[in-house]
Nanobody, 122 residues
Framework: QVQLVESGGGLVQAGGSLRLSCAASGSIFEINAMGWYRQAPGKQRELVAS???????DYADSVKGRFTISRDSAKRTVFLQMNSLKPGDTAVYSC????????????????WGQGTQVTVSS
């Protein structure tokens, strides 16, 4: 089994910063892409940022220039640095990871964390 555990959420005033972490553990051969998603009440889940195994990044237009995704492959951890937070960033943030569990036989799955609440007050 593979587990993803997020941390770092909380309550912050508009303009403030938070840093989210997501650590993967369990039966892992290799981790490919990792990403952060968010879901606000009454809205669909949306991709916030992703990072490939090689370090290429992609961001939602709404967070470009404010959020930075990074990873520590040795520690199997992905981070999301969130600066200049806005009330519109309020949501439950979840990480996911594309994990190669075994090479023989080849087994790859996508796993999700439980989510962490981020609330930005005006």
């Amino acid at each position: 089994q593979v587990q993803l555990v997020e941390s770092g959420g909380g309550l912050v005033q508009a303009g403030g910063s938070l840093r989210l972490s997501c650590a993967a553990s369990g039966s892992i051969f290799e981790i490919n892409a990792m990403g952060w998603y968010r879901q606000a009440p009454g809205k669909q889940r949306e991709l916030v940022a992703s990072i490939s195994g090689g370090g290429s990044t992609d961001y939602a237009d709404s967070v470009k220039g404010r959020f930075t995704i990074s990873r520590d492959s040795a520690k199997r951890t992905v981070f999301l640095q969130m600066n200049s937070l806005k009330p519109g960033d309020t949501a439950v943030y979840s990480c996911n990871a594309e994990v190669i569990v075994t090479m023989t036989p080849f087994l790859k799955n996508v796993y999700w964390g439980q989510g962490t609440q981020v609330t930005v007050s005006s």
